[in-house]
């Protein structure tokens, strides 16, 4: 048994790296088709064994997913908003520092997860009862106040409309991974387009570290924990809304900060999804879907399991991450960025016809024209997230 576990958690951990460092391939995809093996893997592995991997993929992809959202702009909806401080540095040749700093975000957000899970088992259930049923007025609130924080707040405000009507019409429309051509357009491909437009080049990269005031940490710590909370049973807030509200409410942030705490924020995020299973027997993630269709019962001896195979995945994908994202640094500069931004444009628009088909395509292309109008008038990206918050709010009405 032991062995066995030893054995998923590695290959988890591979699995992680894999869906982390390949843009387009998402972990919801993975466990999902581990899902519909199940039948034939569960003649080999205990069901125990597939939570493992798929727990260690979950948080392992957590870490590697900041290499190509900074060093080439093809995020997911997790890691979206760190293109912003991120892509800043590296293009100061700060790159690997920018990683770093995401990466410290993410391990410092699995330790704070040993406060949180006895927390979150307490609070949760009570709490969750009753904002269940003022959940469409706590939605509303958040995004206003999301809205509100903005320099322009009517373009903030159009642009959340906007969003949020794509969003409408994408999830209405009969296709498979509606949100892969939405999200990869509003917040990869328009990075992209604009990149490969002002024919960008990349200067030297430093193999050097940049750090924060300790004032700033604790802040940040705070910031996260408060953020998380929320997030854990509040639909359609992901890791980068409840990191700029966690930002928001915590004060100002420098730009590396808002690195840590987006990387705290997006490993916190992720594991509280398991741990809502067991408080609340809600999933909130693709992963813990499938987590809960595999795990009959899911009993608080499993959730102490579960959250130390978190933090030592999170310790050795720390380590492997910081090693990659050298590699990264030293040889970017020798590639010709636009053209590896063209190669990258040209991968994520095959992936959304292979993933949603031709529908997908004009998504994407709707989507990619949004993100630009977005980029252009200078207002934060993640009021493009109303493609997700508008239909879930919709939904509580």
């Known amino acids: 048994m032991l062995f066995e576990i030893f054995l998923v958690v590695f290959l988890g951990i591979l699995a992680g790296l894999f869906t982390g460092l390949m843009p387009g391939i998402h972990i919801n995809f993975v466990a999902l088709l581990l899902l519909t093996s199940s039948a034939f893997l569960l003649q080999y592995f205990s069901v125990v064994a597939l939570v493992c991997f798929i727990i260690s993929m979950s948080i392992s992809h957590s870490f590697f997913d900041f290499i190509p959202s900074i060093f080439l702009s093809a995020p997911n909806d997790e890691t979206a908003l760190s293109i912003l401080p991120g892509h800043k540095l590296l293009m100061k040749g700060n790159g690997y520092a920018a990683v770093r700093l995401a990466l410290i975000g993410c391990y410092l957000g699995l330790l704070l997860l040993i406060i949180l899970v006895p927390i979150s088992l307490i609070s949760l259930p009570v709490i969750y009862g009753p904002a269940k049923k003022y959940m469409f007025f706590i939605l509303i609130l958040a995004s206003l106040f999301l809205i509100l924080s903005d320099r322009k707040k009517f373009l903030a405000f159009f642009i959340f409309g906007l969003s949020g009507i794509l969003g409408l019409a994408t999830l209405s429309l009969p296709m498979k991974q509606p949100l892969f051509p939405l999200l990869t357009g509003l917040f990869g491909t328009s990075m992209l ?44 807030l ?56 595999l795990l009959e019962t899911f009993s608080l001896k499993y959730l102490i399991m579960f959250s130390l195979i978190m933090i030592i995945v999170g310790g050795i994908s720390f380590v492997l991450a910081l090693l990659i994202a050298k590699i990264f640094a030293k040889n970017i500069e020798k590639i010709n960025y636009s053209k590896t931004s063209l190669f990258i444009l040209l991968f994520l628009i095959l992936m959304s016809v292979i993933f949603s088909g031709w529908l997908g395509l004009i998504v994407l292309v709707t989507a990619t024209a949004l993100g630009i109008l977005c980029q252009i008038k200078g207002i934060r990206k993640m009021h493009l997230m109303g493609c997700i918050m508008l239909p879930v709010i919709l939904y509580y009405l």
């Open 193 to 236: 387009f604009i990149t490969i437009q002002q024919k960008v080049r990349l200067p030297k990269q430093k193999i050097s570290e940049l750090g924060i005031e300790k004032k700033e940490t604790t802040k940040i710590l705070g910031a996260s924990v408060i953020a998380s909370f929320f997030c854990s049973f509040l639909p359609g």
């Open 238 to 293: 992901g890791a980068s809304q409840a990191a700029v509200l966690g930002s928001d409410m915590g004060g100002k942030i420098s730009r590396r900060g808002f690195l840590v705490l987006l990387g705290s924020i997006s490993t916190l995020v992720t594991a509280l999804n398991f741990v809502a299973i067991y408080a609340i027997s809600k999933p909130r993630s693709g992963t813990a879907i499938v987590v809960s269709k």
